[in-house]
């Protein structure tokens, strides 16, 4: 295979740009390759192209998205679901699949959060990488995407975000990083918007000082589909491939070049990095995947991603030949299992609730009733209401799907509150009051407001979206076959209101700020002590777990590790995630209430107990000095928390850190109070203010003048005093 040092100009720049929608472009002795959607299956379109999932595309295995796959707190299921996209890929001649996708969930009304795993960046961290491994693994190339600070789909293209560096620095980058460093995607794709008024393509700090010389990066960074505006500066940032395709970007580089406003070399390295791609590309012979065996993969997914929200008075699991149970909503028969937009899979098969709960009733001696509830626009909502009322009045169990539709949520739009629709709102209050015990299962890419309907049913099930295998999983769930094992990887609010960006989403006049800060989901929550709906960690199963004897120790420079003890208290098998949380820590800088900083899933049997050991590296106690430009340890105690959820801590312990000791140099620009605290020349100079304040203590003489530069307080002094003191401390200055 040639190298970009063999090409003429013409040929490495044509190389920088697609071929057509999803392939690579050729040059002498360089093949093309095919890129294409993911990340939760293989989007392979087979007539014409899109990136909104339009048009057709050849079959494959649906597997649960990220919403669901990051409620199940289990990075080797993601490992696993990547192997096996992986597998697809290959057989149908794709050499590197789109995704996964890692961005942070800012705001419940992104419409593209279906795609994404968690508002907490370790959590999305640990499972992109993990989905990547496993794609990697299983040969096909990995995309993590959308880099960076991509957080909505209103004006998408061209939003610029405004967001302080700390915020940024322990939000919104660590996930991407975590990927990166863990498992070296074959590609990084950029995002649309702008950050600080500057394209995503063609921001050098992002793509180059951050990725590649912070990160050491050497992978291929490409564009998401249409973001590159300017080609010579897309390039010059350190961007390799723009895709889909653009003959004239090609044009404009080698103009560039020959003009002398682009250095040949960048497009050398871009090219190579391009030609270096084609590593991945398949072989003509791959072997057919496994579809059965892949459909069973994405039955046991789904079943571990749905998440018990409620259950009072065991109204789950249905008991068998507990009476007859009335399945109310069309989503029970026509299922939605996936979100929309490009990631949109056609999927091999699709198991239907509705039909698979009657199959489980058939087997456990109960009969089912099905009733519509609502339908299309054309339909009696009335009618449908007064049907499904009808059977929830003849049944012992209701169980009711309900949630959002495709054209409530997709890619491309964010949605414009946290309501399910007031059909089904109706629906479900009617259903509640006849039924002797009612059951929702919720369906959606993104957290619904559960007012105000929540307390007049018996049970919730968190369904999210489940793949094409979810059918089968939520009737094993609904008739405890299966044990629930998720927990929310995303809080859910009572109100639109209370949420953390509220005000600040999406955005004003081309821009939107990130006002909260550091306080993205569980950590405002938890911060300003108010209670969501449900929060961040939480889910129920069918058995209990009991957590304790939390023992923490410091292993090294700022590292730590914490045992405890987990045991299951019930009558039956079950899995248990063991959240690990740093409580808050010392100063200089603020902190949010609770930070989550390892976790661990683990399954037991009855009455069986385990200790699970978790490492926190130093990371987990560092903050983004954003002056330093590092991560910085503060000198302190720091709380270490575990518990079921951000809410629920069952045991903690303290630990003491010797962190980093900053001796800042002072000058005459620094305060009062910064000279009386320096662990060098404090002493003197608090020395120096009790004999000169006549008498007031010194402590509160900081207390009043502490903020005052120095220099602003030696210019008060009058004459030789104040020269005097000046040369002094001047003395200092120099001799440090």
């Given at each position: 295979m040639s190298t970009a040092a063999d090409l003429s100009l013409e040929d490495r720049a044509r190389l920088l740009t697609g071929a057509d929608f999803w392939t690579t472009a050729t040059a002498p002795g360089v093949p093309s390759i095919v890129l294409t959607d993911g990340p939760h299956g293989v989007r392979r379109q087979v007539g014409d192209s899109d990136h909104l999932g339009l048009n057709e595309a050849a079959p494959a295995t649906c597997f649960p998205p990220a919403v669901a796959v990051g409620s199940s707190w289990n990075p080797d299921l993601a490992r696993r679901i990547g192997a096996a996209v992986a597998a697809e890929a290959r057989a149908l001649g794709v050499a590197v699949v789109l995704?996964?996708?890692?961005?942070?969930?800012?705001?419940?009304?992104c419409g593209r959060n279906f795609e994404y795993y968690s508002e907490d960046?370790?959590?999305?961290?640990?499972?992109?990488?993990?989905?990547?491994?496993?794609?990697?693994?299983?040969?096909?190339?990995?995309?993590?995407?959308?880099?960076?600070?991509?957080?909505?789909?209103?004006?998408?293209?061209?939003?610029?975000?405004?967001?302080?560096?700390?915020?940024v620095r322990e939000i919104y980058l660590p996930a991407f990083e975590r990927v990166v460093r863990d498992a070296a995607p074959a590609t990084v794709m950029c995002s649309y918007n702008r950050i600080g008024g500057v394209y995503a393509s063609e921001n050098a700090w992002l793509l180059t000082t951050v990725l590649r010389d912070e990160w050491g990066y050497d992978g291929l960074l490409v564009s998401d589909w249409g973001a590159v505006h300017d080609p010579v500066a897309a390039v010059r940032a350190g961007l390799d491939l723009e895709m889909p395709h653009g003959p004239a970007s090609t044009a404009r580089i080698v103009a560039a070049v020959r003009s002398g406003e682009l250095d040949e070399a960048a497009v050398t390295r871009a090219a190579q990095r391009v030609i270096d791609l084609t590593r991945w590309a398949p072989s003509d012979d791959e072997p057919a995947p496994d579809l059965d065996a892949h459909h069973a993969l994405a039955r046991e997914a789904a079943a571990e991603c749905a998440v018990l929200l409620r259950n009072e008075n065991g109204a789950l699991p249905l008991a068998p030949g507990a009476g007859p149970v009335a399945v109310i909503g069309e989503l029970a028969r026509t299922p939605r299992y996936q979100g929309g937009g490009s990631s949109h899979i056609n999927a091999a098969r699709v198991d239907?609730?509705?039909?698979?709960?009657?199959?489980?009733?058939?087997?456990?001696?109960?009969?089912?009733e099905f009733a519509a509830g609502y339908g299309s626009d054309d339909d009696d909502p009335a009618a449908l209401r007064a049907e499904a009322v009808a059977a929830a009045d003849r049944s012992a169990v209701a169980v009711v799907f309900v949630g959002l539709t495709e054209s409530e949520e997709s890619e491309g739009f964010d949605?414009?509150?946290?309501?399910?629709?007031?059909?089904?709102?109706?629906l479900l209050r009617a259903v509640a009051a006849a039924a002797p015990r009612t059951v929702v299962v919720l369906v959606g890419g993104g957290v619904v407001e559960l007012e105000p309907w929540h307390d007049e049913v018996d049970a919730i099930l968190e369904a999210f979206l489940l793949g094409q295998g979810g059918g089968a999983a939520i009737a094993d769930l609904?008739?405890?076959?299966?044990?629930?094992?998720?927990?929310?990887?995303?809080?859910?609010?009572?109100?639109?209101?209370?949420?953390?960006?509220?005000?600040?989403?999406?955005?004003e006049l081309g821009a939107v700020r990130y006002g909260e800060g550091l306080l993205v989901g569980y950590r405002w929550y938890t911060t300003r002590r108010i209670a969501p709906r449900y929060p961040f960690g939480h889910g129920l199963g069918y058995t209990t777990f009991a957590i304790d004897d939390l023992v923490a120790e410091v292993t090294g420079a700022d590292t730590a590790t914490a045992t405890v003890r987990v045991t299951n208290t019930g009558d039956r098998a079950g899995s248990h995630v063991v959240q690990l949380y740093v409580g808050g820590g010392p100063g200089p800088v603020f902190r949010p209430r609770r930070s989550l900083a390892a976790f661990r899933k683990v399954a037991l049997d009855p009455g069986a107990s385990t200790t699970v050991t978790l490492a926190l590296p130093r990371r987990a106690f560092a903050h983004w000095d954003a002056n330093r430009g590092d991560w910085v340890v503060a000198p302190g105690d720091y709380t270490l928390e575990a518990g079921r959820s951000s809410a629920d801590i069952d045991v903690d312990s303290t630990i003491a850190l010797d962190g980093d000791v900053i001796v800042e140099p002072l000058g005459m620009e620094s305060t009062i109070a910064e000279w009386a605290a320096?662990?060098?020349?404090?002493?003197?100079?608090?020395?120096?203010?009790?004999?000169?304040?006549?008498?007031?203590?010194?402590?509160?003489?900081?207390?009043?003048a502490g903020s005052m530069p120095l220099g602003k307080a030696l210019d008060m002094l009058p004459g030789p005093a104040g020269d005097e003191a000046r040369a002094q401390l001047e003395a200092v200055i120099a001799g440090q």
């Open positions: 995704g996964p996708g890692v961005n942070i969930k800012r705001h419940p009304l960046p370790l959590l999305a961290g640990a499972l992109g990488a993990a989905q990547v491994q496993g794609l990697q693994g299983g040969g096909a190339g990995a995309s993590v995407k959308h880099f960076a600070l991509n957080n909505q789909e209103t004006e998408r293209m061209r939003i610029s975000v405004d967001a302080d560096p700390r915020t239907v609730p509705l039909d698979e709960i009657a199959a489980r009733g058939a087997g456990l001696g109960f009969d089912v949605r414009p509150d946290l309501a399910i629709a007031p059909h089904q709102v109706e609904l008739v405890g076959l299966a044990e629930p094992s998720g927990r929310l990887a995303e809080t859910i609010p009572h109100r639109l209101e209370e949420t953390p960006a509220f005000g600040n989403f999406p955005g320096h662990p060098v020349a404090g002493e003197g100079f608090r020395a120096a203010l009790a004999g000169s304040t006549g008498g007031m203590p010194v402590d509160q003489l900081l207390e009043l």
